[in-house]
């Protein structure tokens, strides 16, 4: 199949500015060898949206009869792999799959679903026992770090055989070094309590107690309300002439260019992109020590932590501002190198375009027999 074109038609729930879609877009412009449609529920239209990342894309969008619109659309195009993104996406495809067999069904597994703190776990619940079913019907998963994988295999019973990791990409620019440190810390995210906001003000509670001087830049998008809680506890801590609070940022890269160190003290992540993003912009990054940000953080000095010792970790941070800030460049220059070599764009998309030609090619041979 080498040089041959796939046709490959994207499933995914919402074009909402998170994760898993900002990956997906960056990954469509590096295939080589994959013609690319998407099919989505909802364009996300009141908010930030990767659809202006997706100029090339052609875009199908149904927000009522998901089922039968998408059935028609896969019935009446010659998709050599419909590719599913989130549950919701995967049980549609997982169903049309089994009254139509001309194409080939891929799911991505981009968290680990129902199982984060202050999350909804009923609406998980009740569809767990057919997601199970639809993913090892399926021709193949990507998980997107070792974690999940492992998270399928001994909690969800998802057979090892189908699932292979092609961990998130980052676009390597060619950058400056930051020559002034502004001693600014900085914490970007949707604002969800697993995420580790509280953390992270405890952190700066214990600065503040030790008086360092330091800023602290919070931002992110409050889908559930979890911002009261946040400026309760900056008062609590008497942290209101050292924090602020922005909205989410459009373009992230802005936000780290106000920033020294990323404090990512997340209790569960699917892989956490931000942490890479943070990297590639000449940030240094302190995160927990979890895996999957474990697998791509370089735990340079010690840069990798335990995110209940918060006494600690603002020590450590304390430590990175002095001795002529050499610890925090070195910190992040070690941590850059180390992504450069193992994690960019070029790579994932490489990596999933090799995933769908195997998979057709066991299809085909599956066929023959």
Same mark, same amino acid.
């Given at each position: 199949?080498?040089?041959?074109?796939?046709?490959?038609?994207?499933?995914?729930?919402?074009l909402?500015?998170?994760?898993?879609e900002?990956?997906?877009?960056?990954?469509?412009k590096?295939?080589?060898?994959?013609e690319?449609?998407?099919?989505?529920?909802d364009?996300?239209?009141?908010?930030?949206?990767i659809?202006?990342?997706l100029?090339?894309?052609?875009? /199908?969008?149904?927000?009522?009869?998901?089922?039968?619109?998408? /059935?028609r659309?896969?019935?009446?195009?010659?998709?050599?792999?419909?590719?599913?993104?989130?549950?919701?996406?995967?049980?549609?495809?997982?169903v049309i799959?089994?009254?139509?067999k001309?194409?080939?069904?891929?799911?991505?597994?981009?968290?680990?679903?129902?199982t984060?703190d202050?999350?909804?776990?009923?609406? /998980?619940?009740?569809?767990?026992?057919?997601?199970?079913?639809?993913?090892?019907?399926?021709?193949?998963?990507?998980?997107?770090?070792?974690?999940?994988?492992?998270?399928?295999?001994l909690?969800r019973?998802?057979?090892?055989s189908?699932?292979?990791?092609i961990?998130?990409?980052?676009?390597?620019?060619?950058?400056?070094v930051?020559?002034?440190?502004?001693?600014t810390?900085?914490m970007?995210?949707?604002?969800?309590?697993?995420?580790?906001w509280?953390?992270?003000?405890?952190?700066?509670?214990?600065?503040?107690?030790n008086q360092?001087?330091?800023k602290?830049?919070?931002?992110?998008?409050?889908d559930?309300?979890?911002l009261?809680?946040?400026?309760?506890?900056?008062?609590? /801590?008497?942290l209101?002439?050292?924090?602020?609070?922005?909205?989410?940022y459009?373009?992230?890269?802005?936000?780290?260019?106000?920033i020294?160190?990323?404090?990512f003290?997340?209790?569960?992540?699917?892989?956490?992109?931000?942490?890479?993003e943070?990297?590639?912009?000449?940030?240094?990054?302190?995160?927990?020590?979890?895996?999957?940000?474990?697998?791509?953080?370089k735990?340079?000095?010690?840069?990798?932590?335990?995110?209940?010792n918060?006494?600690?970790?603002a020590?450590?941070?304390e430590?990175?501002?002095?001795?002529e800030?050499?610890l925090?460049?070195?910190?992040q220059?070690?941590?850059?190198q180390?992504?450069?070599e193992n994690?960019?764009?070029e790579?994932?998309?490489?990596?999933?375009?090799?995933?769908?030609i195997?998979?057709?090619n066991?299809?085909?041979?599956?066929?023959i027999?």
């Open positions: 199949m080498k040089n041959e074109i796939l046709r490959v038609l994207h499933v995914i729930p919402t909402k500015k998170d994760g898993a900002v990956q997906l877009s960056e990954i469509f590096n295939f080589k060898n994959v690319i449609e998407l099919f989505t529920f364009l996300y239209e009141r908010g930030d949206s659809i202006e990342n100029n090339n894309i052609k875009i /199908y969008n149904q927000s009522n009869l998901n089922l039968i619109s998408l /059935y659309l896969i019935k009446n195009n010659d998709y050599d792999i419909v590719h599913s993104h989130l549950p919701k996406a995967d049980l549609l495809v997982g799959r089994i009254l139509n001309k194409f080939i069904h891929i799911c991505s597994v981009h968290a680990q679903y129902g984060r202050g999350e909804n776990k009923i609406k /998980y619940f009740f569809s767990y026992k057919l997601w199970k079913i639809v993913l090892n019907r399926s021709a193949g998963v990507i998980a997107i770090s070792n974690r999940i994988k492992e998270w399928l295999i909690d019973k998802i057979k090892s189908k699932i292979l990791t961990h998130y990409g980052v676009k390597i620019k060619n950058r400056k930051k020559k002034n440190v502004s001693r810390i900085g970007a995210a949707r604002i969800l309590p697993w995420k580790g509280d953390k992270v003000l405890e952190v700066a509670d214990f600065l503040n107690k360092v001087n330091f602290l830049k919070l931002a992110g998008s409050d559930e309300g979890y009261k809680v946040i400026n309760s506890l900056i008062k609590k /801590y008497d209101t002439e050292v924090v602020e609070v922005e909205n989410h459009e373009n992230i890269e802005e936000f780290f260019e106000k020294d160190i990323f404090l003290l997340s209790n569960s992540e699917g892989f956490g992109l931000v942490a890479l943070a990297i590639e912009n000449n940030v240094a990054v302190i995160c927990s020590d979890i895996s999957p940000l474990n697998e791509f953080v735990n340079s000095e010690g840069a990798l932590v335990n995110r209940s918060t006494m600690e970790i020590k450590f941070i430590k990175l501002f002095n001795n800030n050499l925090l460049k070195k910190v220059e070690e941590q850059k180390f992504i450069e994690f960019t764009i790579n994932s998309a490489n990596k999933i375009e090799k995933f769908y195997d998979a057709i066991v299809y085909k041979e599956y066929s027999k």
